[in-house]
């Protein structure tokens, strides 16, 4: 071994190598800690990421035309709002599409993290120069608001030099607010030449660079997505024009016209109109995969976007953005004067006419009548008003006139409108004229066309339900002599309170059988406690294509009023809408919460262009158009309105059972009602609040029409309807009693309704047969114009007899057959406790007085049988062999308020059993209702 040896103060070599060797080890120990610090720091900082809103610009700089791209990041956010951009001056804001979804996984050691995103995105064109600030844009992320950080750009014009001109031109020196005035747009754009390859752009190469999404067309926007939608474009002429200089230099000419109704006075605005052009600077070669097939010589650039490596072509490489505002001409719009200004005037400018259509022709007084009003003109239709009905004096001195504006339809030049008015009183024997008003720009003077007055005939109103208040005299206003006797039995004062909301239930029998019971088990009792005989008791118990209708319908249809009667029948069946086929307006504002606005627009169209072929005077052949518009119509509204739903509104009845399967409905009904006692109504929509202030604006209703009654049948019936229409959506919402169905038929009896108001009268003695609903039900059914009452003849004994027995109270007998029984059987039990004692002269009035009760109780049983019934609440109906509209009609008709035996359901439609034959109803045309019958008197 040599000794260690030391060179100056320094350490050996293989000292020196062994420290060099820890130290590396140390050194490489740090640069793995190093390395993989960032890889944990990223880990840690993906895992921990919390959500944030990011927004940021493709470009800070933009020329005026040119759009810059905004984009909105929202990143890890569980759920956040849709972010809105505020309007910004000089600037268009256009949605770039849905917005993008992207997610990132990250796994690092086995760690696992997710980043996810979603970026909106926009389209941001500057119209003019200048700097832009986008607002801070907030939105809520999970609860929590965030804000991004305002943004900035600015946007120059790019120099347009003398390559593009704009100029829009009005064929009139001056013209009228309102008043329809042809425009015409000329763009001039210089052809682009590249002199090295001696090439000039044709015109149709020139109109390919103008950019129809950058520029801003203003009112000849429409013409242009016409002319995009048809595959069109604007033929270019080439013409001469002198440049900034003076110059006259070649030209494509591109001329675009439109019609304008300007809206306010002084000069045509044509700011809104810039036409931007991506004109080429330099053109060059592509390559073509077909490009040997073809002849090398220049084919449009426009062929050949995307460069290829199999041919080559030319093409534009390189365009700079050119913009170009529109100048105007010094058209002038003068205001419409004030001097010589009618009243009734609304705005309209050209020339019109106006006729006027009434239906029906024949009503009593206070029935609606449906008025139609169409103008025809050359004006802006889309802009003209229907004329103020309920400010004309001649109009409304003898109509019931609804103060709202009027909405129309427009087809071609002519504009449809309609309303409801109610005549005030009997004679009314005309419509008078309706005036319309029009500035005529050519005379500069007002002038007023009238339609031609409406022959009507306005009868009477029905009295017994205007003038029979209980309380009154009989003969107060009475018409005939058949008010006169039915008037005292009328009772037209409603319920109210809270009693009108409350839930009834049927009532319990095993209180009334308990007390027919008790008197003998007291009797058996005292038996049993005297130990005298053994006492049992024997208990026997004896054993034993809705769519495809109206799509068929309207496949079928010869004329406007099947097609509007198909689409109308299917949406109101579909609402639930039963009775008499409610109007437009009442099924545009039942379906509004439920179908899109575009299809309800759709629909709406589609039924007043039909009213309007049945008087306009049209071509009929349009019918054909209309029927494919109805057909695709009709597929929108299925698939939105949601499936009838037949156990609401007031159709109360369940399934007609017979034979054994009704016995054992029976015997499940009463032992449900001795268990229970009680039975659940539907859950209500409406909140005891709202049932309340609803219930208090049908009393409130109910009262105005009984008060104007005498002086104005118009503004009377109105209240009633209006009234019944309250009551209706109350007993629609499932409140459910004997007081709401009474309220509910006097609204409608007194509202011209007379079907309605039987079958509710119906359902309230379904209810409670105590009711006083019964008298008004046969003063309801008296004044029925095909009464079968009336002529069925006499009656036989056993009909007079029942008619006899439904006079005295049911209640009446109960109490005097209970009483009668338990005076029996008391007397029965005094003489067994006491044997000398005397009953009989108690025991015989007893058994008699019990035998007539219960003889009267049970007589019914020997009379019709309780079943289903439909009444009829249109004023007539022909019967169909099917359930569909495509079945033929029958010749058998039935009329309003007569009932008739429900054999089957399918849908909204019934069958029934007339006296002669049986077919089906609609629903709209019949109410069910289920109840025992009502003897009628």
């Not at 951009?85 to 996984?105: E, K, L, N, Y």
Request: negative net charge.
């Amino acid at each position: 071994m040599f000794p260690e040896q030391k060179i100056g103060n320094h350490a050996a070599p293989t000292e020196t190598f062994k420290c060099l060797h820890d130290h590396e080890e140390i050194i490489m120990k740090l640069y793995r800690i190093l390395a993989i610090t960032p890889i944990l720091l990223t880990a840690l900082a993906t895992g921990a990421t919390a959500a944030g809103v990011r927004a940021s610009l493709s470009s800070l700089e933009a020329y005026v035309g040119n759009p810059v791209v905004m984009r909105l990041e929202v990143a890890n956010a569980g759920q956040h709002d849709a972010p809105q951009i505020q309007a910004i001056d000089g600037i268009d804001v256009i949605s770039a599409g849905t917005p993008r979804r992207s997610t990132q996984t990250t796994i690092i050691n086995g760690r696992r993290s997710e980043n996810s995103s979603i970026t909106h995105a926009w389209k941001l064109i500057p119209r003019r120069e200048g700097v832009f600030t986008i607002p801070p844009i907030s939105v809520e992320v999970d609860g929590q608001k965030q804000t991004t950080m305002p943004l900035r750009f600015s946007a120059t014009k790019s120099e347009t030099g003398d390559l593009l001109f704009a100029e829009i031109v009005g064929s009139q020196d001056h013209i009228y607010v309102g008043q329809p005035m042809k425009l015409k747009l000329r763009i001039w754009v210089k052809p682009y030449m590249d002199r090295d390859l001696d090439i000039t752009l044709s015109e149709g190469d020139m109109w390919q660079m103008l950019s129809q999404a950058k520029s801003s067309w203003g009112m000849f926007e429409d013409r242009i997505n016409e002319l995009a939608s048809n595959s069109q474009r604007p033929g270019g002429e080439e013409v001469l024009r002198a440049d900034d200089s003076g110059v006259e230099r070649r030209y494509f000419l591109y001329e675009i016209e439109a019609d304008t109704y300007p809206k306010r006075p002084g000069k045509i605005d044509g700011d809104s109109v810039q036409i931007v052009v991506d004109y080429p600077t330099r053109l060059g070669k592509t390559r073509d995969p077909f490009g040997s097939f073809f002849d090398n010589g220049f084919t449009s650039m426009f062929q050949d976007r995307i460069p290829s490596s199999f041919g080559s072509r030319l093409s534009v490489t390189d365009v700079r953005p050119i913009v170009a505002s529109a100048k105007v001409n010094a058209t002038e719009v003068l205001a419409i004067p004030a001097e010589g200004r009618p009243a009734d005037y609304r705005g309209a400018v050209g020339h019109y006419q106006i006729i006027s259509q009434a239906t029906p022709d024949g009503v009593k007084a206070g029935d609606p009548i449906t008025l139609h009003l169409g103008i025809q003109g050359d004006g802006p239709m889309d802009l003209v008003q229907a004329p103020p009905l309920s400010q004309l004096p001649e109009l409304s001195a003898d109509f019931k006139v609804a103060d709202q504006p009027l909405a129309g339809i427009v087809r071609d030049d002519v504009k449809l409108f309609t309303t409801s008015i109610r005549p005030r009183r009997e004679g009314i024997t005309h419509i008078p004229a309706i005036p319309f008003s029009f500035f005529d720009p050519a005379t500069k003077e007002f002038v007023t066309v009238h339609s031609k007055p409406v022959a009507i005939e306005v009868a009477a109103p029905d009295r017994l339900a205007l003038d029979a208040i209980v309380g009154r005299s009989a003969n107060t206003h009475s018409s005939s002599a058949s008010d006169t006797t039915v008037a005292p039995n009328l009772n037209l004062t409603n319920f109210t309170g809270g009693q009108v909301l409350s839930q009834q239930t049927p009532s319990s029998n095993w209180p009334i059988a308990l007390a027919w019971l008790l008197p003998p088990l007291v009797f058996l009792m005292t038996l049993t406690t005297r130990n005298l005989r053994r006492i049992g008791s024997i208990l026997g118990i004896s054993r034993g294509g809705e769519f495809k209708t109206a799509e068929l319908q309207i496949e079928k249809a010869t004329s406007p009023s099947g097609i509007a009667q198909a689409l109308t029948s299917f949406v109101s069946g579909r609402l639930g809408m039963d009775g008499s086929l409610p109007n437009l307006n009442r099924i545009i504002e039942q379906a509004d919460q439920t179908v899109r606005a575009e299809t309800l627009a759709k629909f709406q169209s589609i039924v007043q262009s039909c009213e309007q072929l049945s008087y306009a005077g049209l071509d009929l052949n349009n019918v054909s158009a209309l029927r494919n518009e109805a057909a695709i119509c009709l597929q929108d509204l299925a698939a939105e309105l949601p499936a009838p739903n037949h156990h609401s509104g007031h159709r109360f009845a369940a399934p007609r059972l017979t034979g054994k399967a009704a016995k054992a409905a029976a015997i499940t009904v009463l032992a449900t009602m001795v268990l229970c006692g009680t039975s659940r109504a539907s859950a209500a929509e409406l909140s005891p609040h709202q049932s309340s202030l609803l219930l208090a604006e049908a009393e409130a209703a109910y009262s105005r029409a009984q008060t104007t009654a005498a002086s104005d049948s118009a503004e009377s019936k109105e209240a009633f309807a209006q009234a019944a229409q309250k009551y209706q959506t109350l007993v629609d919402d499932g409140v459910v009693n004997d007081r709401i169905y009474f309220n509910l038929g006097n609204a409608y009896l007194q509202s011209g309704s007379t079907g309605l108001a039987i079958a509710y009268y119906e359902h309230a003695l379904a209810m409670n047969p105590g009711s006083p609903a019964r008298q008004n039900l046969a003063v309801a059914r008296e004044s029925l114009p095909n009464n079968p009452i009336q002529s069925a003849g006499s009656p036989s004994f056993f009909q007079a007899l029942l008619s006899w027995n439904e006079q005295v109270p049911r209640s009446v007998m109960m109490g005097l057959g209970l009483m009668g029984w338990a005076v029996f059987w008391l007397g029965l039990r005094a003489q067994f406790l006491h044997r000398g004692l005397r009953v009989r002269p108690f025991k015989v009035p007893a058994v008699i007085l019990t035998s007539v009760c219960v003889a009267s109780l049970c007589l019914p049983m020997f009379g019709p049988q309780p079943h289903d019934r439909v009444v009829v609440v249109t004023a007539e109906v022909h019967l169909r062999e099917g359930n569909g509209e495509a079945f033929t009609q029958l010749d058998t008709v039935v009329h309003e308020g007569i009932g008739y035996e429900l054999l089957e359901q399918r849908g909204d439609w019934m069958k029934v059993q007339t006296e002669g034959t049986s077919g089906w109803i609609h629903g709209r045309d019949a109410m069910h209702v289920a109840v025992r019958p009502v003897v009628e008197t």
